[in-house]
């Protein structure tokens, strides 16, 4: 609580027909302060985390490539709109038992693999990030990058969803829009 931009209070009063206040009371003053003070921290802590989280929702939603969040059992546990949007028109990717999932039978055994490795943290390969196809039925598909998060910064970030990996959806057919045109 100590910055030049916060100050603190508490107190009490007594009606002036009570006595004054004992050395107990003030005892009693002195062995509570220092449990508000864990308790206002602690609520700063958890603003601070939801604050945090709901910036990061708000940034997710705004991208146009579907993004998966997975904890470490590998169940969704954020999505946002773009990845909401291809689960519900797609025909390339799907949600089972809060699981994603394939269509496409050896699609679907690559990405159970390449998240298994991820969320696990034993990349067999030097590099950090799966790549995986997922043809659609209809002779079109959409490409899932899965990347861990649970390492570095990305750890406090992703702390709210304890999230593992995160799984990146792109339709390699469509340019994503810029919001500036570029000349």
Known sequence: LRSGGRAGWLGTTRKEDMPQFSEADKN??????????????ISDALDLRTVTSESLEATLDALSTGVFLLDSQGRVVHSNLAGERQIRTGNALRIVNNRLSALDGAANAALAEALSSVISG???????AHSIALPGSDGEGLIATIMPVDRGQRRTLMA????????FIQNPTVIPQDRKSVV
């Open 122 to 128: 034993n990349n067999s390969t030097n590099s950090a």
């Open 160 to 167: 709210p969803w304890a999230a593992k990996a995160a799984v």
């Open 28 to 41: 009693a003053f002195r062995l509570l302060s220092p449990h508000i003070c864990r308790a206002i921290k």
